[in-house]
Protein backbone atom coordinates (compact mmCIF):
# COMPACT_ATOMS: atom_id res chain seq x y z
CA UNK A 1 0.00 0.00 0.00
CA UNK A 2 2.91 2.13 0.38
CA UNK A 3 4.38 1.49 -2.70
CA UNK A 4 1.27 2.17 -4.43
CA UNK A 5 0.81 5.73 -2.32
CA UNK A 6 4.06 6.18 -3.27
CA UNK A 7 3.62 6.36 -6.84
CA UNK A 8 0.12 7.88 -7.07
CA UNK A 9 2.13 10.66 -5.47
CA UNK A 10 5.29 10.64 -8.60
CA UNK A 11 2.22 10.41 -11.02
CA UNK A 12 0.14 13.46 -9.55
CA UNK A 13 3.29 15.45 -9.60
CA UNK A 14 3.85 14.87 -12.75
CA UNK A 15 0.32 15.70 -13.95
CA UNK A 16 -0.45 19.17 -12.12
CA UNK A 17 1.64 21.92 -11.27
CA UNK A 18 2.24 22.48 -7.46
CA UNK A 19 1.03 25.43 -5.97
CA UNK A 20 3.56 27.07 -4.87
CA UNK A 21 2.64 27.97 -1.18
CA UNK A 22 1.23 24.61 0.11
CA UNK A 23 2.79 22.26 -2.88
CA UNK A 24 6.52 23.55 -2.34
CA UNK A 25 8.50 22.23 0.37
CA UNK A 26 9.94 24.56 2.64
CA UNK A 27 13.54 22.95 2.53
CA UNK A 28 14.71 19.65 4.54
CA UNK A 29 17.57 22.01 6.08
CA UNK A 30 15.24 25.13 7.05
CA UNK A 31 15.44 27.78 8.73
CA UNK A 32 19.17 27.53 7.62
CA UNK A 33 18.88 27.28 3.89
CA UNK A 34 14.89 27.46 2.85
CA UNK A 35 13.39 27.25 -0.37
CA UNK A 36 12.11 30.93 -1.89
CA UNK A 37 9.95 31.59 -4.77
CA UNK A 38 10.08 34.32 -6.34
CA UNK A 39 7.81 36.57 -7.36
CA UNK A 40 9.65 39.94 -8.70
CA UNK A 41 12.60 40.87 -9.49
CA UNK A 42 14.43 43.87 -9.69
CA UNK A 43 13.49 44.84 -13.34
CA UNK A 44 9.96 44.67 -12.61
CA UNK A 45 7.52 48.13 -13.05
CA UNK A 46 4.65 45.74 -12.09
CA UNK A 47 3.89 44.76 -8.22
CA UNK A 48 3.27 40.57 -8.83
CA UNK A 49 1.80 38.55 -6.28
CA UNK A 50 0.55 34.96 -5.57
CA UNK A 51 -2.77 34.40 -6.44
CA UNK A 52 -4.04 32.54 -3.30
CA UNK A 53 -6.19 30.29 -4.18
CA UNK A 54 -5.17 29.18 -7.67
CA UNK A 55 -1.37 29.24 -7.10
CA UNK A 56 -0.62 31.64 -10.45
CA UNK A 57 0.82 35.44 -10.29
CA UNK A 58 -1.15 38.02 -10.60
CA UNK A 59 -0.81 41.37 -11.74
CA UNK A 60 -1.20 43.33 -7.63
CA UNK A 61 -0.82 46.86 -9.10
CA UNK A 62 1.70 48.41 -11.00
CA UNK A 63 4.24 50.62 -9.52
CA UNK A 64 2.68 53.87 -8.20
CA UNK A 65 6.37 55.71 -7.99
CA UNK A 66 9.95 55.21 -9.40
CA UNK A 67 11.11 52.79 -7.06
CA UNK A 68 11.68 48.98 -7.68
CA UNK A 69 12.54 46.43 -5.56
CA UNK A 70 16.89 46.15 -5.56
CA UNK A 71 16.42 42.32 -4.89
CA UNK A 72 14.93 39.13 -5.82
CA UNK A 73 11.88 39.21 -3.31
CA UNK A 74 9.15 36.31 -2.51
CA UNK A 75 7.62 34.52 -0.30
CA UNK A 76 8.88 30.91 1.58
CA UNK A 77 6.81 28.52 1.00
CA UNK A 78 4.66 26.51 3.62
CA UNK A 79 5.02 29.43 5.99
CA UNK A 80 2.25 31.88 7.90
CA UNK A 81 1.96 34.72 9.74
CA UNK A 82 -0.17 34.43 12.05
CA UNK A 83 -0.34 34.39 15.95
CA UNK A 84 3.05 33.14 16.96
CA UNK A 85 4.46 35.48 14.04
CA UNK A 86 2.79 38.19 16.05
CA UNK A 87 3.50 37.89 19.32
CA UNK A 88 7.40 37.76 18.36
CA UNK A 89 6.92 41.00 16.87
CA UNK A 90 5.14 42.32 20.00
CA UNK A 91 7.89 40.74 22.27
CA UNK A 92 10.86 42.53 19.89
CA UNK A 93 9.05 45.86 19.89
CA UNK A 94 7.58 46.17 22.97
CA UNK A 95 4.51 46.59 21.42
CA UNK A 96 1.20 44.94 22.60
CA UNK A 97 -1.52 43.84 20.26
CA UNK A 98 0.76 43.46 16.96
CA UNK A 99 -1.02 40.12 15.16
CA UNK A 100 0.29 38.29 12.02
CA UNK A 101 -0.78 39.86 8.32
CA UNK A 102 -2.13 36.67 7.03
CA UNK A 103 0.36 35.92 4.37
CA UNK A 104 3.29 34.05 4.08
CA UNK A 105 6.70 34.75 5.04
CA UNK A 106 8.40 37.34 2.69
CA UNK A 107 12.29 37.10 1.76
CA UNK A 108 14.73 39.24 -0.37
CA UNK A 109 17.55 37.50 -1.61
CA UNK A 110 20.65 39.23 -2.69
CA UNK A 111 22.39 37.98 -6.10
CA UNK A 112 24.95 38.85 -8.50
CA UNK A 113 23.17 37.03 -11.01
CA UNK A 114 20.52 39.38 -13.21
CA UNK A 115 17.62 36.93 -12.71
CA UNK A 116 14.99 39.02 -14.69
CA UNK A 117 12.18 36.61 -14.08
CA UNK A 118 9.69 35.36 -11.46
CA UNK A 119 7.51 32.32 -10.91
CA UNK A 120 11.32 30.27 -10.12
CA UNK A 121 12.39 28.56 -7.31
CA UNK A 122 15.76 29.43 -5.09
CA UNK A 123 17.67 27.85 -2.87
CA UNK A 124 18.87 30.51 0.23
CA UNK A 125 20.97 31.26 3.34
CA UNK A 126 18.91 33.63 5.89
CA UNK A 127 20.90 36.29 7.25
CA UNK A 128 18.66 38.52 8.75
CA UNK A 129 15.65 40.69 8.28
CA UNK A 130 13.69 43.96 8.68
CA UNK A 131 10.98 44.06 11.37
CA UNK A 132 8.54 45.60 9.43
CA UNK A 133 4.84 47.03 10.39
CA UNK A 134 1.95 47.81 8.69
CA UNK A 135 -0.25 49.52 10.98
CA UNK A 136 -0.79 46.81 13.92
CA UNK A 137 0.20 43.95 11.36
CA UNK A 138 3.90 42.07 11.56
CA UNK A 139 4.86 42.16 8.03
CA UNK A 140 8.91 40.53 8.57
CA UNK A 141 11.25 40.60 5.10
CA UNK A 142 13.93 38.22 5.68
CA UNK A 143 17.33 38.87 3.96
CA UNK A 144 18.95 36.24 2.33
CA UNK A 145 21.47 35.43 0.09
CA UNK A 146 21.23 32.87 -2.77
CA UNK A 147 23.26 29.55 -1.99
CA UNK A 148 26.95 29.42 -4.14
CA UNK A 149 26.10 33.15 -5.23
CA UNK A 150 29.98 34.13 -6.21
CA UNK A 151 29.39 37.77 -4.59
CA UNK A 152 27.26 36.92 -1.80
CA UNK A 153 27.20 33.41 -1.05
CA UNK A 154 29.55 33.69 1.45
CA UNK A 155 27.62 36.06 3.72
CA UNK A 156 26.32 34.47 6.78
CA UNK A 157 25.43 38.27 8.58
CA UNK A 158 23.12 41.02 7.72
CA UNK A 159 26.07 43.02 8.79
CA UNK A 160 28.62 41.59 6.20
CA UNK A 161 25.81 43.22 3.50
CA UNK A 162 26.93 46.70 2.15
CA UNK A 163 25.12 48.91 4.35
CA UNK A 164 23.73 50.98 1.30
CA UNK A 165 22.25 48.10 0.52
CA UNK A 166 20.52 47.65 3.50
CA UNK A 167 19.58 51.52 3.03
CA UNK A 168 18.14 50.76 -0.01
CA UNK A 169 15.65 47.84 0.69
CA UNK A 170 14.77 49.62 3.99
CA UNK A 171 14.47 52.90 1.56
CA UNK A 172 11.91 50.88 -0.82
CA UNK A 173 9.46 49.22 1.76
CA UNK A 174 9.18 52.43 3.16
CA UNK A 175 7.99 53.94 0.40
CA UNK A 176 6.50 52.36 -2.21
CA UNK A 177 2.93 52.58 -1.25
CA UNK A 178 4.20 56.07 0.09
CA UNK A 179 2.53 58.90 -1.71
CA UNK A 180 5.37 61.90 -2.25
CA UNK A 181 3.17 64.43 0.02
CA UNK A 182 1.76 61.36 2.17
CA UNK A 183 1.89 62.99 6.06
CA UNK A 184 1.38 59.66 7.47
CA UNK A 185 4.06 56.84 7.01
CA UNK A 186 1.91 53.66 5.74
CA UNK A 187 4.71 51.42 6.83
CA UNK A 188 7.43 51.43 9.10
CA UNK A 189 11.04 49.70 10.17
CA UNK A 190 11.74 49.29 13.35
CA UNK A 191 15.29 47.50 12.87
CA UNK A 192 17.48 45.43 11.29
CA UNK A 193 17.97 42.34 13.04
CA UNK A 194 20.29 39.30 12.48
CA UNK A 195 20.49 36.00 11.31
CA UNK A 196 19.48 34.48 15.09
CA UNK A 197 16.37 36.20 14.77
CA UNK A 198 15.66 35.43 11.10
CA UNK A 199 15.89 32.19 12.15
CA UNK A 200 13.23 32.09 14.94
CA UNK A 201 10.86 34.44 12.67
CA UNK A 202 10.77 31.60 10.07
CA UNK A 203 10.46 28.70 13.31
CA UNK A 204 7.38 31.13 13.89
CA UNK A 205 6.11 31.35 10.39
CA UNK A 206 6.25 27.66 10.15
CA UNK A 207 4.54 26.76 13.19
CA UNK A 208 1.54 29.30 12.12
CA UNK A 209 1.27 27.34 8.87
CA UNK A 210 1.16 24.04 10.38
CA UNK A 211 -1.77 25.31 12.98
CA UNK A 212 -3.26 27.11 10.13
CA UNK A 213 -2.97 24.46 7.41
CA UNK A 214 -3.02 20.98 9.71
CA UNK A 215 -5.22 19.78 6.92
CA UNK A 216 -3.56 19.46 4.20
CA UNK A 217 -0.60 17.88 6.00
CA UNK A 218 -2.97 15.19 7.34
CA UNK A 219 -4.21 14.87 3.87
CA UNK A 220 -1.01 14.28 2.40
CA UNK A 221 -0.02 11.86 4.86
CA UNK A 222 -3.47 10.17 5.12
CA UNK A 223 -3.03 6.03 3.82
CA UNK A 224 -4.04 4.99 0.87
Partial sequence: MGEYKETLS??????????????????????DVVTAYIEMSPTDTVKYELDKGTGLLKVDRPQKFSSTCPTLYGFIPQT?????????????????????????????????????????????????????LDGNEADDKIVAVMVDDETFGDMREIEDCPKRL????????????????????????????????????????????LRRYANIGNLLNKPV
Fill in 10 to 31: AVISLLYRAHPWHGVPIGDRAP
Fill in 80 to 132: YCAERSGAYCSERTGRPNIVGDGDPLDICILTEKPIRKSNVLIQAIPIGGLRM
Fill in 166 to 209: IDRLRHYFLTYKQAPDAQDKACEITHVYSRLEAREVIIRGREDY
